[in-house]
């Protein structure tokens, strides 16, 4: 993988105005990859006084127009789907199956979804004698997290493109590879200079230099609640629109009636997706009492059929973490859960067999889990699920909404309308009946800490613009 040396600003590869660089990391060899320049304060100036003065045209442009530019950059993205793949394999450590399913595929169908929104364009409303108008917000800084790199960055330029506004791009310095294949993908989509702009670099730095910016409008972020909070609270001095989409403890409820082993198998596979380093990750399964010892075995025996290995082959189910940070930070959630109380059914804190470098951690399920325990209110970001019982749906809503988290969660039942009924009781963002499937069309975002505002599809395209009454 080549080293890159270069922003991307004003529609043209650029060098920085600094000399340092951040080597990234390969997690499964602990070997550098590449590296990409560090950006300073006076590139984010730069990039941005790009974005502004391309903002007028490109607000301009009709929404056929933009439209059409999506569908070329949905085009360009998919043409290179299998190194997009190959590149986030290698730096987040994401099994290749995933990579190429979720990783590159999903950012191609948002944009795609939002070329297909806006295709025809959005009519204006009327209200009583006023004329109701959405105007691009402007210049859009987005700061987005190493685990889903290239998702993360579509689901807000996407809606940010479609709705007229230009954007600056901070990407992960943990992950920020992926970010090129983007820009060069931008590039040949034919977007104007100006409008889509990247500065790679850390958050004190690059982060905070987007977020105190004058001629920034609209701040979209994902990540922590507490990098979240600092953002909101440097957006503040300017009084910026801010959109935060945080973390998540979310729980997967599984009431009596329900299929307990297809619920439990679904579970598993959700806790531990990209090693665990989901945001939407069912960590709680709550179980009825009454099954809790069968969901227990079930969950041990899919959970050891997440064998670690190369993210690079195929066969991988559980590649590593990201960084030897974030496995330190899984195995001091485990031994503190245990120090807590809870039983260590699978898994644990222990290299696993075979793998002498790398940040592997076996996949683990916890039982005998207080509600109120570290592991239960913390967000770990690994593969560790707390099984918790439950006596009755009552007490099962009370756990599930015992969180400062509220972000996704999951419900099982027989009757589908008892778990719809349970569902629209429980305080998330968003939730799956009997195993729905993820929409990219469909609001995603936070109750309580997992964040302010909503991406993806129509709810989405709404957060970059801005409302006008126009009295006739």
């Known amino acids: ?277 989901t945001c939407t990750a069912w960590t709680r399964m709550l179980v009825h009492q009454d099954h809790y010892e069968q969901a227990l075995d079930l969950a041990k025996g899919f959970a050891e059929g997440f064998t670690p290995g190369d993210p690079l082959d195929a066969s991988t189910k559980l590649g590593p973490l990201v960084s030897k940070a974030q496995l330190d930070r899984v195995r001091g959630f485990i031994d503190t859960g245990v120090s807590e109380g809870a039983r260590v059914v699978t898994g644990g804190t222990a290299s696993p067999d075979g793998f002498d470098r790398g940040h592997y951690i076996a996949a683990t399920v916890l039982a005998d889990v207080d509600q109120n325990a570290t592991v239960a209110q913390e967000e770990i970001f690994g593969p560790v699920l707390s099984v918790i019982p439950f006596r009755d749906e009552d007490e099962a809503l009370q756990i599930a909404n015992n969180s400062r988290y509220g972000l996704a969660g999951g419900v099982w039942a027989a009757d589908q309308d008892r778990a719809i009924a349970f569902a629209r009781r429980v305080r998330t963002g968003s939730i799956d009946v009997n195993g729905g499937a993820f929409n990219p069309m469909a609001p995603f975002g936070g109750y309580k800490q997992s964040g302010i505002g909503r991406e993806m599809g129509r709810f989405g395209l709404e957060e970059f613009t801005e409302l006008k009454a126009i009295q006739l």
Not at 154 to 175: F, N, R
Not at 225 to 234: K, N, Q, T, Y
């Open 1 to 277: 993988m080549r080293d890159r040396d270069a922003l991307y600003i004003d529609g043209a590869w650029t060098s920085p105005l600094g000399t340092g660089v951040i080597a990234v990391e390969n997690p499964a060899t602990e070997e550098t990859l590449a590296t990409v320049p560090e950006g300073t304060a006076e590139d984010v100036d730069r990039a941005v006084r790009a974005a502004r003065a391309a903002f007028p045209a490109w607000a301009a442009t009709s929404w056929q127009e933009r439209s059409e530019f999506l569908r070329r950059l949905h085009a360009a993205l998919a043409s290179r789907e299998e190194a997009i793949a190959r590149t986030i394999a290698s730096e987040v450590g994401t099994p290749m199956r995933i990579a190429t399913r979720i990783q590159a595929r999903l950012p191609q169908a948002v944009v795609a979804g939002y070329a297909e929104l806006i295709a025809d364009g959005l009519p204006d409303e009327r209200v009583g004698n006023s004329l109701v108008v959405r105007e691009p917000a402007g210049v859009v800084a987005a700061i987005t997290p190493w685990n889903y790199p290239l998702h993360q960055i579509t689901c807000k330029l996407a809606p940010a493109l479609a709705a007229g506004c230009t954007i600056v791009i901070k990407p992960s310095e943990v992950a920020p590879l992926v970010a090129y294949e983007l820009m060069d993908a931008v590039h040949e989509a034919g977007l104007p200079a100006g409008v889509v702009n990247l500065v790679p670099g850390y958050g004190p730095v690059v982060g905070e230099a987007l977020a105190t910016h004058p001629e920034v409008d609209l701040v979209s972020f994902t990540g922590s609640v507490r990098a979240g909070s600092r953002v909101a609270e440097l957006a503040a001095g300017t009084v910026k629109k801010v959109a935060l989409e945080l973390g998540g403890k979310s729980a997967n409820v599984i009431l009596e009636d329900a299929d307990v082993k297809t619920a439990v198998k679904v579970g598993v596979s959700n806790a531990f997706l990209n090693g665990g380093q």
